[in-house]
């Protein structure tokens, strides 16, 4: 059976406990599971990434894929307001929406058997992008205004599976997407071993489309 592709969309300025609260999840599932392949990646291929956090820095193996089962995209880090010499999270959330990933990332939108998750601001980064049109998604609650703005229809929950496309709110609710989709796509043993193994229950309501079609395997 061939590995499950999961790939982290990493970009300059962006929040590192998006990216290893879920990235944690999946890869101790896969210690399970024994199929998931996690791997950290960017538009541009390999290279060391500055999170928007200071001293933080990930690296990625490779250049995104847009036919990989889960993309993952997180959010930035650094001031909400303007401050002299720094860069906004709306300034390095268009930047990433508006540079070499653009078009990586409507590609993986517009295939239905991605499954696209987002985490804290990665669902701005996607409607800047102008691919949320008319979607159902959530952000971080001083986005939502934003995100609404930009298309999206808002809803306010933890984590929001619209299918093929699930988001999720602030920072921490990474490791709330990352369970709801072990939960979702593996099954609820998959999920509760690493609740087991975390010492952590899923915060909030996970709100699913209505007909439950999500995308396939």
């Known amino acids: 059976m061939d590995d499950i592709r999961a790939q982290f969309v990493l970009f300059d300025g962006f929040d590192p406990l998006d990216v290893v609260a879920p990235l944690e999840v999946l890869t101790a599932a896969n210690e399970r599971l024994g199929r998931l392949d996690v791997a950290l990646v960017t538009a541009e291929g390999p290279r060391q990434v500055a999170s928007g956090t200071p001293g933080v820095s990930l690296t990625a193996t490779a250049a ?14 650094g001031p909400a307001a303007p401050e002299p ?44 992008a102008g691919l949320l049109a008319g979607r159902r998604a959530t952000t971080n609650a001083m986005g939502l205004a934003m995100l609404e703005a930009a298309g999206a229809r808002v809803v306010r929950a933890r984590v929001v599976d619209d299918g093929d496309l699930v988001t999720a709110g602030g920072v921490t609710s990474g490791l709330d997407l990352a369970l709801h989709l072990l939960d979702r796509d593996f099954g609820p043993q998959a999920a509760l071993a690493v609740e087991e193994l975390f010492e952590y229950e899923r915060r909030g309501t996970a709100w699913r489309r209505p007909d439950g079609k999500r995308a396939g395997r």
């Open 85 to 128: 010499g720094a860069d906004t999270i709306p300034d390095l959330l268009a930047r990433f929406a508006s540079g070499a990933a653009a078009p990586l990332l409507r590609r993986v939108v517009d295939d239905p058997a991605v499954t696209v998750a987002t985490v804290c601001g990665g669902s701005l980064a996607l409607a800047m």
């Open 64 to 77: 995104l894929d847009p036919t990989a089962a889960y993309v993952v995209v997180p959010g930035a880090s």
